[in-house]
Every structure is written in C-alpha cells, then in structure tokens.
C-alpha cells in the first residue's frame, strides 16, 4: 500500500514539476502510468488492509505486553461477526480520487488538455 501511495505521488510530483516548467510554453510529461499504477497498488492494498480485521496484538493503538503467565488460548471470535473496517482507509482512497479529478478538471479548464 505504501509503494503504491508513493508511485501516484511521485508521478503526480514529475507530471506538476515538468508542468510548472514548460509553463513558458513547450510540452510537459504526464506520468499517467506510475500515478494509475500507484493508484491500483494502494487501491488494492487498502482492500486487502481493510478485509484483515483488526490486529488482535494491539489493545487502544498500542502494541499490548504480555506478562509473564502461562499463556492463555483464547476463543476465536464468533463466524457471523463482520470484521470492521477502516475508516480511513475509505476517506483517503476518495481523498486521493477527489485530488486527482480536481487536478485533471484544473487541466480542462486551462485548455492544456483538449477533452
């Protein structure tokens, strides 16, 4: 997911500095394909984040420490029981969705791209 995350901003990084220097006039490079790749990747990490569930080792955001008792098996939650999701995991997938539109509708209107 990180990997992912950091491709779409580093081709949105070369695609707006490449912009901001042909903005004289002359062509610019638009990296499409690292940011829909990138795109794709965190996309489908965050999927994959959001079916895991929540990580049993980590009690109020902190990772919990074991004393030192026997260890304890503990019970497997119930089968009909969904496994919550992320929130934010949502918020920043339409984040990034919402930046991206907005960025290209910036390019239609400047006249920079024909559609």
Known sequence: ??????TC????GITLLTHAIASG??????????MLFG???FI??????SRLGPDPG????????APAAPAQVLAPPPIDAPAPRPQWVLWGVVGVAVLLLAWLG?????GKIQW
């Open 39 to 41: 795109a794709a990747r």
């Open 9 to 12: 901003l580093i081709g949105g």
């Open 44 to 49: 489908r990490g965050a999927v994959a984040l």
């Open 25 to 34: 006039g002359g062509s610019y490079v638009v990296a499409w394909g690292a």
């Open 1 to 6: 997911m990180k990997f992912g995350g950091w």
């Open 106 to 110: 910036l390019l239609i209107g400047s």
């Open 58 to 65: 980590v009690v109020g955001g902190e990772p919990s420490v």
